[in-house]
């Protein structure tokens, strides 16, 4: 009597595994929640410009993004770690984020609110991070969490640029003056220092100012080197070989 192989499909797959086919996912953020958090980031970047003027504007930007951050990272890769991250820190930061748009010159609330959103933002690009090297093949949502761990990255760094600016009393300089650069130009140093197109008007003139830039410079090639070279070359081994 011969055996034959019985293969079995578990019923209720790990959503751990593939994010994509868990149906809470599809409620709140859809198939590609990387995807959403990548798109928010950018309309944020594109945003801010028009409304840096308004208190409300920059609050509403500061705690949608952070939501969305949130759900995203929820989305690909919950654990306790995040729960607790998201309550202990993204919840005061939220608090800050409206403190800071309501009185962004009060040299104390920046300063913790930039202590608050760097740790969390950081945490965040771990964990999206974390969701890339889960496995050995490439989903369409982990492409998109590539870009979005990239620029949650520059987000946390640009809130670090800002904490050490109200340390140090300055540290940071432009073309056009030596005071205090606004979040939005140290956002623009960050992005500029993390691409390494060196393409910013925003310089570093303190040593420990200098000392973070140089941290991210390292960071920004480390990112390359080993989280994008790895997702190519996973790409490249499942494509078919042509003899």
Do not use: C, K, N
């Not at 996912?25 to 198939?31: I, S, T």
């Not at 949130?70 to 607790?84: E, G, H, M, N, Q």
């Not at 974390?130 to 490439?138: G, I, N, S, T």
């Not at 960071?219 to 390359?224: A, I, K, N, R």
């Amino acid at each position: 009597m011969s055996r034959r192989a019985v293969h079995r499909r578990d019923p209720s797959p790990d959503p751990s595994r593939d994010p994509s086919r868990d149906q809470r996912v599809h409620g709140v953020l859809g198939r590609h929640p990387s995807a959403v958090l990548l798109l928010v980031q950018l309309v944020a970047v594109l945003g801010y410009p028009f409304l840096q003027g308004s208190a409300v504007g920059r609050a509403f930007i500061g705690v949608v993004q952070i939501a969305v951050v949130t759900i995203a990272v929820w989305a690909v890769r919950r654990t306790p770690a995040l729960s607790w991250s998201a309550a202990l820190i993204g919840g005061p930061a939220v608090v800050f984020t409206v403190l800071e748009a309501l009185s962004p010159d009060t040299d104390w609330i920046v300063l913790v609110s930039a202590l608050l959103h760097a740790p969390f933002y950081f945490y965040v690009s771990y964990a999206m991070i974390r969701y890339l090297f889960h496995d050995d093949r490439v989903t369409t949502d982990e492409l998109y969490a590539t870009g979005a761990a990239f620029t949650v990255v520059a987000w946390g760094f640009a809130y670090l640029y800002a904490a050490a600016q109200v340390i140090l009393g300055g540290g940071f300089i432009g073309t056009d003056s030596a005071d205090d650069r606004s979040w939005f130009e140290l956002l623009y140093l960050s992005f500029s220092v993390l691409t390494s197109v060196g393409l910013s008007d925003v310089v570093p003139v303190e040593p420990h100012a200098r000392s973070l830039v140089m941290v991210e410079m390292v960071v920004g090639v480390l990112y390359v080197a080993l989280v994008v070279s790895r997702l190519v070359g996973l790409i490249v081994a499942r494509q078919p070989r042509r003899d």
